[in-house]
């Protein structure tokens, strides 16, 4: 890897950790919009787990757990509700999936977890 770039690793985590809030906090909306509907309540627990998981995921805290249960929900995503769709259905959920894996080894230097010490190896 090219040296001088790992100074900039930590603000990196820290824009990717900002984008992926702001994405899955719009993300959320749509789903919290359908409480009462058939399958309203399942698609309104994802849309506040959506709508805090990624306040947290962008304040960077608990970032590895949370990071962890948004990978097993965007590959429920591709595998199932995502199933048929063509690629560039698809291309969102993929690069929101590939980014998780990136948080799941934690939120770098500029996150909450490693202020409070709770970093997890």
Do not use: C, N
């Not at 509907?37 to 998981?53: D, N």
């Not at 306040?55 to 199932?80: D, K, P, S, Y």
């Amino acid at each position: 890897m090219i040296q001088p770039f790992f100074a900039l690793l930590d603000w990196g985590f820290l824009l990717l950790r900002i984008a992926l809030g702001v994405v899955l906090i719009i993300h959320a909306f749509p789903r919290l919009r359908r409480f009462g509907s058939p399958g309203g309540f399942w698609a309104g627990a994802l849309g506040v787990f959506e709508l805090l998981g990624g306040l947290a995921i962008a304040l960077g805290f608990l970032t590895q757990i949370i990071a962890g249960l948004f990978v097993i929900e965007f590959l429920v995503i591709l595998f199932a509700a995502q199933r048929k769709a063509s690629f560039k259905e698809k291309q969102v959920s993929i690069l929101v999936l590939g980014a998780m894996l990136l948080l799941v080894t934690g939120g770098g230097a500029f996150s909450l977890d490693e202020t409070i010490g709770w970093i997890f190896y």
